[in-house]
């Protein structure tokens, strides 16, 4: 066995030897467990919340796997529809092209080929974060069964009218020229201005003055509100205003939308580009006029003038026209929230268009009853909160998108404008009564890839179907396992679609994680510098690699330079490769459910260094117990005591991984591991092994349960550190007399409380207590850890007296002692270090241990530089200015650090007056 631990040695070699000997598909006998992978895009590349998410999952489906269920990890990925088309289109635009130039079909056959040669990155680097999907199952959203799918589910919607076609407002994303979801819009504040305009009173002198931050929306104005209580304009409601610049007259509503205390309290309604004034307008039968191009230009609707420009430059111009009439009251800055879209950062406009909707109400009652009777449960459970209150206050969504590359509508049109929703051309001639004379086109819009995302649980398990025996066996899946940001977007249109088609709910628990946040909780953004990539951190990079990946010739030179500063800020040194396993132990750890994470270097090299403490331990078990006799034998205290806690840690792991705490599942793992077998046991087991005191069926027993105990300890710590775990056990397990050709398909450890002894488990917390109380002596005394000390005990009782006599040989060995003695209770006590185990004090007579003048003169430099460290702490606490300044969690830092630094000053100053007085 290698002498130090190479994640990269062993990684890839064991990841191909699972695929190719199947291990990963559905086996077991047990009961059935699924979970579906949330499909990333295919134009995507692993990131830190894929990385985090797929350990999760994967940690749950090797457990299941181990428990003997049934179980399936459905993988796959999303064509992603608006993100692909646009990958393409830019190596187009290289190509000095357009997808125009190459028309429908022959674009689509791009999209294809570029699916083909580049699609599949991100599952490539799945396999290398060790995840164990079944990829022969693997599904992609416009497979030919998925799209089948598609077409049939829009099919029976629309004939049972929960899908229909209508002009309604949607997000519109002027670049990319289609509806775009929430999703795709990304609101942040920015600075503007709120223009005062003056709209002249028809029939009598004044004005109606409204606030706006869009003027040149004014165009398509069709109302000016106020409320209905709103005593200054009561008598102007039914009466008529001009509108500026248009030559139209508006009249002025009630309504109570309009707040009375903002501006003016008068607010203009333009139904066509407002979300809020286009539900006025349906209240007060408004006209609906669209004002902008599909590339938000003014149209035809508005004045001549103000044809043809670009929504802002018409701004400037409308702001100058209403100026020069003296209708401009007053123009003052204004902070506003900004939506763009995510892919090309234009401002979206609110736009009427013709679309394809769903009916939302009808599905959505059904699915939040599933939720409140249980029949799906949130984990953490406040999460419902949330569902509930999206889905009681759901609107019809938008399906439909207008680009090419997704699932066509299968809808025709004649050339009067009228549809028909068939499965092809032929069956909606055939459905419809339409001679060949009647020229038919097919709708060009696509849908929302949310659309067949909805269907994924039972979509890529052969349904409508019947010839996959996985929809019998597996639907409904599990566990859900995914983001908050995609509950309504994604869970509830799965469980709606789900309920609708299968009749039951796609899965029975929804586990909902955090995002992955940097060390102090910021976003993480290739502008912050602080974006850290899985592979990174697995493989190592170094800072020139880095900065290289992170910077290009294109980039502005400011940006460029703001990223480099900020990179070589967080990444002085570049990465080291701390390999998979750390990695997805780190996530384990940070999984507290439903908070953000906040992703330590630190902690990771923690569970690096885990890794190599697990290495060494099983080197020290090779080395002790291959060739010798590993049958069990007269077993000690240290065998008994380990043994029940290894039933105690089984019974919590099993019970965290239920309740999906994998943060505690990984704090009890490693505090076992760390400190109860590595720390404790293994140096109980060397006496054992290396002294002529014991006989060989004690030697036995040890060797037993050193291989034992770290086999379970493998099988435990598996679902979360695969590779680590094969590569020891194979080497273990033959000790064990376990035969098998894998650790994935061997049985998940279960306590047997019959093994837990309770008195086992007392005396040797009093050991660990005795020596612990003696090297605390030897640490504050600056002791040598190897010279024997004489310890005194005083007012032990006759337990403790008991368990030094059944112990002695054990203490002495491990705590290094010359000597234990009792002090009589006419005995002078000598001046001593002190500790106390249970009541009974532990006595280290100082004379002569120590050179008394040196240990002073060493305690006393300690102190004086710890009162300047509390000097200083009080000194920037004290001083308002930074206290006032500072943000919470540094000033907050500060008073930790002082605390523990006079807590430290205070332990070393008794300390020095003991030794003093020797």
């Known amino acids: 066995m290698e002498k130090t631990y190479n994640p990269q040695v062993i990684e890839q070699t064991w990841y191909q030897r699972w695929e190719d000997e199947g291990y990963f598909k559905a086996q077991g006998n047990g009961d059935p467990y699924c979970i579906v992978i949330p499909p990333p895009n295919v134009t995507g590349s692993l990131h830190m919340g894929h990385a985090f998410q797929d350990t999760i999952m994967d940690t749950l489906i090797r457990y299941h796997r181990m428990k003997g269920d049934n179980t399936l990890w459905q993988p ?10 646009m990958v393409v289109e830019r190596q187009l635009s290289a190509e000095g092209k357009t997808r125009h130039d190459l028309g429908r079909d022959n674009f689509t056959d791009r999209v294809w080929q570029w699916k083909e040669e580049s699609g599949g990155t991100i599952t490539k680097q799945l396999r290398r974060m060790g995840t164990s999907p079944d990829w022969s199952r ?29 002009k309604r407002l949607v997000n519109w994303d002027p670049v990319l020229h289609t509806a775009v979801s929430d999703l795709e819009v990304e609101s942040s504040e920015e600075n503007g201005h ?52 248009t030559g139209r007259t508006l009249p002025v509503v009630a309504d109570d939308y309009v707040d009375p205390e903002f501006g003016s309290g ?58 020069e009439l003296g209708l401009l009251e007053k123009v003052a800055d204004h902070k506003l929230m900004v939506p763009r879209g995510d892919r090309t950062q234009s401002v979206i406009e609110p736009y009427l268009t013709d679309q394809w909707f769903v009916r939302a109400e009808p599905l959505a009652k059904p ?20 569902y509930f209150n999206w889905m009681e206050d759901i609107q019809d969504w938008c399906i439909s998108r207008q680009i090419w590359w997704g699932h066509r509508i299968p809808a025709w049109y004649d050339e009067a404008g009228n549809f028909y929703v068939a499965n092809s051309e032929e069956e909606a001639r055939a459905k419809h009564g339409l001679g060949e004379d009647v020229i038919l086109s ?30 019998k066996t597996f639907y409904p899946t599990s566990v859900l396992v995914t983001g908050f940001d995609i509950i309504f977007f994604w869970v509830a249109r799965m469980i709606m679609f789900g309920l609708k088609f299968m009749g039951e709910v796609p899965f029975h628990e929804v586990y909902i994680h955090g995002l992955v946040r940097d060390a102090e909780g910021n976003k993480m953004s290739k502008s912050k510098g602080n974006v850290l990539d899985p592979l990174d951190l697995i493989d190592g990079i170094t800072l020139d690699d880095l900065l290289a990946k992170r910077t290009t010739g294109l980039m502005q030179p400011d940006m460029k330079a703001g990223i480099i500063k900020a990179t070589e800020k967080h990444f ?47 080197r020290y078990v090779l080395q002790n117990t291959e060739d010798q006799d590993c049958s069990s034998g007269t077993m000690s205290l240290a065998d008994r005591w380990i043994i029940s806690r290894l039933q105690q840690v089984e019974a919590q792991i099993v019970q965290h991984i239920e309740s999906y705490r994998f943060d505690l599942v990984s704090r009890d793992l490693y505090e076992f591991v760390w400190n109860d077998y590595c720390d404790w046991y293994i140096e109980l087991s060397k006496p054992v092994l290396y002294s002529d005191q014991y006989d060989e069926a004690q030697k036995r027993a040890a060797r037993n349960t050193l291989v034992n105990v770290l086999e379970t300890i493998l099988r435990l710590l598996h679902p979360i550190m695969p590779y680590i775990t094969e590569e020891l056990w194979q080497r273990v397990a033959p000790l064990a007399g376990i035969e098998s050709e894998t650790i994935m398909l061997c049985q998940y450890p279960e306590a047997d409380n019959t093994l837990i002894d309770e008195e086992a488990i007392a005396t040797l917390d009093w050991v660990k207590q005795f020596i612990m109380g003696v090297r605390q002596i030897r640490s504050e005394m600056d002791i040598k850890p190897g010279k024997p000390l004489p310890v005194i005990c005083h007012n032990g009782n006759d337990i403790d007296r008991q368990r030094i ?46 050179d008394k003048d040196a240990e002073l003169q060493r305690l006393q430099k300690k102190m004086q530089k710890l009162e300047q460290e509390v000097q200083c702490l009080q000194g920037n606490l004290n001083n308002n200015k930074f206290v006032a300044n500072a943000p919470e969690e540094v000033v907050n830092k500060e008073k930790e650090k002082l605390v523990d630094a006079q807590s430290a000053l205070a332990s070393l100053q008794v300390q020095a007056e003991k030794i003093s007085n020797i």
């Open 805 to 850: 006599d059944d112990n002695r040989d054990l203490l002495i060995a491990l705590a290094k002692l010359e000597s234990i003695d009792w002090l009589e209770a006419t005995d002078q006590a000598p001046e001593s270090a002190t500790s106390l185990v249970g009541d009974m004090s532990l006595l280290i007579p100082l004379a002569g241990l120590i």
């Open 76 to 85: 796959g990925s999303d064509h992603a529809g608006i993100a692909t088309q």
């Open 194 to 245: 709120m223009w005062h305009i003056r709209y002249p009173i028809i029939g009598e002198e004044g004005f109606l003055t409204v606030a706006t931050t869009r003027p040149e929306t004014m165009l398509g104005d069709s109302a000016v509100a106020v409320h209905p209580d709103d005593a200054r304009y009561a008598h102007l409601v039914g009466k008529r205003i001009e509108l500026p610049l």
């Open 572 to 618: 002085p040194d570049g990465i080291p490769a701390f390999g998979t396993d750390a990695l997805r132990f780190t996530f384990a750890a940070l999984a507290t459910t439903g908070r953000d994470i906040r992703f330590d270097l630190g902690r990771i090299e923690g569970y690096r260094n885990f890794c190599n403490k697990l290495w060494n331990a099983t």
């Open 442 to 471: 097919q709708d060009e819009d696509v849908l929302d890839t949310w659309f067949s995302s909805a269907l994924w649980p039972f979509s890529t398990m052969g349904w409508p179907d019947d010839t996959d025996p996985a929809l």
């Open 266 to 323: 008068c607010v203009k309604i333009t139904p066509a580009h407002d979300f809020n004034d286009y539900e006025v307008g349906k209240r007060h039968d408004l006209e609906l006029i669209n004002i902008f191009t599909t590339d938000a230009k003014i149209n035809q609707e508005a004045p001549e003038k103000y044809r043809g420009m670009d929504r802002y430059v018409a701004r400037k111009a409308i702001v100058k026209d209403l100026d």
């Open 138 to 166: 693997e599904r992609f959203t416009m497979d030919e069964g998925l799209s089948a799918a598609v077409q049939k589910v829009f099919i029976q919607l629309f004939e049972e009218d929960l899908i229909y076609r209508g």
């Open 367 to 386: 699915a939040i009853e599933a939720v409140k009777d249980g029949r799906i449960k949130f984990v953490p459970e406040n999460w419902s909160k949330t």
